[in-house]
C-alpha cells in the first residue's frame, strides 16, 4: 500500500485481487494536480488490473481534477482491463452531473 500526502490531498494506492484502487482525500484542485498525476501516471496503463478510484474522503475537487479523471477515462478506453468510481460523495455527483461527464463514469458497488 503506498500513501501520497499532502496538507490538503492524500492518495492510498492497493492492489488486490486483479483490482487497484486509489482512495482519494481532502480538495483535488490545481494545486495538488502534479502530484496526483504522479499517483495515477504508473496506473492507468496497467492493463492487467482494474482501476478504481475510491472517492468517498474527497472534499472538493475542480476543473483540473475532472481533467485528470478525464484523461485517465480516455487512456483506459480499449483497455482488457476497466476503470470505476467508487463511493461518490452527493455533493461531487452532482458536480459531475452538472459538467455532464457522469454518464462517463461507472460506478462500482463496494463489495465491503
Do not use: W
Amino acid at each position: 500500500m503506498n500513501t501520497r500526502k499532502s496538507l490538503k490531498f492524500s492518495t492510498t494506492t492497493q492492489l488486490e485481487n486483479g483490482i487497484c484502487t486509489v482512495s482519494l482525500r481532502g480538495e483535488l484542485d490545481l494545486s495538488v494536480a502534479p502530484d496526483f498525476r504522479k499517483v495515477m501516471d504508473p496506473l492507468v496503463g496497467k492493463d492487467d488490473a482494474d482501476l478504481v478510484l475510491n472517492l468517498k474522503e474527497l472534499k472538493y475537487i475542480d476543473s483540473t481534477g475532472i481533467g485528470i479523471f478525464l484523461s485517465i477515462l480516455k487512456a483506459r478506453q480499449g483497455m482488457n482491463s476497466r476503470f470505476y468510481v467508487r463511493d461518490v460523495p452527493d455533493h461531487i455527483r452532482k458536480l459531475f452531473e452538472m459538467t455532464g461527464i457522469a454518464k462517463f463514469f461507472a460506478e462500482q458497488e463496494n463489495s465491503h
